[in-house]
């Protein structure tokens, strides 16, 4: 089992705690950390913990809307340690692409936050808000107080050859409520006006993993996310493991349906899977087996054993063991060819380790 980068696409065992097996480790901030302006359960403890232990920590986001300055005051004022230097933001990938792209002092038309017009201005080009400035190029990050009129003046922009920058595309967000419209939402409104794609830089293209870990330095970094598209998708582009909680977008379900490029190293409910080991099922006669569970995919459908006893995925209450289990079946009968039937798979239940 493998993706597009070679990599192995099955779980990874780690017999000692993550904490202990890596120097740095990346985060992820909305869905991992911060839901809304709140905490995720145990996140601020988790990463206090891993303080104590020498580890590094980066905060990588695709919000694009913040200075890293902001994102580290978000993330002190709810007992996360954090500083400015340790964020980096798709503001700050994507304003590197236009330096690169754009002469010095070309005209930016900004439709987001405060920090993409910071980072874009950082770089030397300039921040105009019109199209009637003419802009040598668009870039459009979620703000929440973007509307019809900035849109409009996107794609008016664009419509008259100004190249389309965008931080990130991801169609949603994840707030205390639940799921919010996200950039690529709103990006959407543009392309389907404009009929042009935008360029992007943030996750999951690899080189805001490099950054991060660039900025925080270490050499052995271990990726923390939510989403499998964006942050698992990324870590592996970038060559790096990438523990998934269950704490934001994609659920266990989802992992266990997840294609080769999608499929997360390490599985957790939440945080504190940073502080334990990680057993890595293995295939015996047909079984996937770890501790007392074990599972296995018959004609398109899961069957899962735990202590020799059949268990119905629809409602139990999932221990670690068996959802490693479950996904290592999964994984195991879509690479040969026999994916499982995602009509037949319930939404699972997995219980955090006491």
Known sequence: MTGSDGAPAALLESVAPLAEAHDVALFDIDGVLLLGHSAVPHAA????????????HGYLTNNASRSPAAVADELQAVGIPARAGEVTTSALAIAGLMSEELPAGSRVLVVGGPGLREATSETGLTVVDSAEDHPAAVVQGLALDIGWPELSEAALAVRAGATYFAPN????????????????????AVVNATGVTPRTAGKPAPGI???????????????????LDTDIAGARAAGFPALHVLTGVDRARAVLLAPPDHRPSYL?????????????PREEAGWWTC??????????????????????????????????????AAWS?????????SAALPELRISAPR
């Open 169 to 188: 595309l991801d169609a949603t967000v994840p707030r205390e409520r639940g799921l919010m419209i996200g950039n690529g939402s709103l990006v959407a």
């Open 333 to 341: 009968a879509a690479d040969a060819g026999a994916p499982i039937d």
């Open 45 to 56: 403890a988790a990463l206090t913990d891993l303080s104590a232990t020498g580890v590094r």
């Open 291 to 328: 501790g007392g569970s074990a599972a296995r995919s018959v004609n398109g459908a899961l069957e899962l054993r735990s202590d020799g006893s059949d268990l119905p995925l629809e409602s139990a209450d999932l221990t670690m063991d068996d959802y490693r289990c479950l996904a290592s």
């Open 209 to 227: 993993f490099h950054q991060a870990l660039q900025r925080v330095g270490g050499r052995n970094p271990v990726v923390c996310g939510d989403r």
């Open 268 to 280: 957790g409910t939440d945080l504190r899977a940073l502080s334990g080991p990680h057993p890595a």
